[in-house]
């Protein structure tokens, strides 16, 4: 038996047209999950792109099935928190229905990440422009969760979110927090943003435990693999395995 063949199988359909893996997934959890992805095709980082995009999930939950996903995770916050919560619910169960496999989302997940914390008030470190960051916003406080600083990259162009270096998230992650230092926790939302290079350097500036939508979404398709998901070397919140119930 193949060393891929003994692990769970879990698809990710990522906002992008291509089919790469996030990194964060790989370097987390490749050990011990075989991903596959699927592009959903994302044209903008916006309400017209977001809603073009949700048209492909059903069709690509289905093909992650053909490949033999035992899961679906929906890698793409935005993509799936732009109307609120019930939408966000609504497009999870899109995917459900079509691939008859249990689903979950970025958004579903940093929100148990926060809540892991008991996180209520965050201040926001995100790639979005202003209508995608005032859903985000009122997203999060459905659940709570009060938003009392933003820093933001106002990025619409899908091609500009993917080449942000870590550099420019750890800044942007600073400047989140210099507008509410009392602030809980700091969340760096956009699953393109890539944090694992720097939560630990950033929580260090900081004092602050980061939750990241990247680095919560392959905790959420750890958990629902049934895996362990603690890992070193990449946070506070991973350290400790980020809590019982992700997705």
Same mark, same amino acid.
């Given at each position: 038996?193949? @060393?891929?063949?003994?692990?769970p199988?879990?698809?990710?359909i990522? /906002?992008?047209?291509?089919?790469h893996i996030p /990194?964060e ?7 011990a999950?075989? =991903? ?6 994302l044209?903008?980082?916006?309400? @017209?792109?977001?809603t ?22 929906? =890698?793409g ?7 609120g ?7 999870e169960?899109m ?16 929100i ?9 008030n ?14 985000l916003i009122?997203?999060?406080?459905? =659940?709570? &969760? ?5 820093s933001?990259?106002d990025?619409?162009?899908v091609?500009?979110?993917e ?7 750890? @800044? ?5 927090f @210099?507008?509410n ?15 694992l290079?720097i939560t630990?350097?950033?929580e ?11 680095v919560a ?6 958990? &629902?693999?049934g895996?362990d998901?603690?890992?070193?070397g990449?946070?506070?919140?991973l350290?400790?395995?980020g ?5």
């Open positions: 038996m193949t @060393e891929s063949s003994t692990r199988k879990i698809g990710l990522t /906002p992008p047209s291509s089919n /990194p997934c790989e370097t987390l959890y490749g050990d999950i075989e =991903f596959a992805a699927r592009g959903a095709s044209k903008s980082l916006d309400i @017209e792109g977001y073009d995009a949700e048209t492909r999930i059903a069709g690509l939950a289905e093909e992650l099935r053909d490949w033999g996903a035992r899961a679906i995770v929906l =890698f916050t935005s993509m799936t928190f732009y109307r919560c019930d939408h966000m619910r609504t497009i169960t995917a459900v229905k079509a691939s008859g496999l249990p689903a979950t989302s970025l958004s579903s997940s940093i148990a990440a926060l809540q892991s914390i008991d996180a209520s965050v201040v926001l470190g995100t790639a979005y422009v202003d209508e995608v960051n005032q859903a009122a997203f999060l406080s459905e =659940f709570g &969760i009060t938003t009392s600083g933003l933001a990259m990025i619409r162009d091609r500009k979110v080449q942000v270096t870590s550099r420019e998230v750890l @800044e942007t992650g600073l400047r989140a @210099e507008t230092p009392d602030a809980d926790a700091i969340l760096i939302s956009c699953g393109a943003l890539h944090t290079e630990e350097a950033l260090r500036e900081t004092g602050k435990t980061v939750i990241s939508s990247a979404g392959a905790w959420g398709a750890a958990a &629902i693999a895996i998901t603690r890992r070193s990449y946070g506070h919140w350290e400790t395995g809590g019982s119930d992700a997705a």
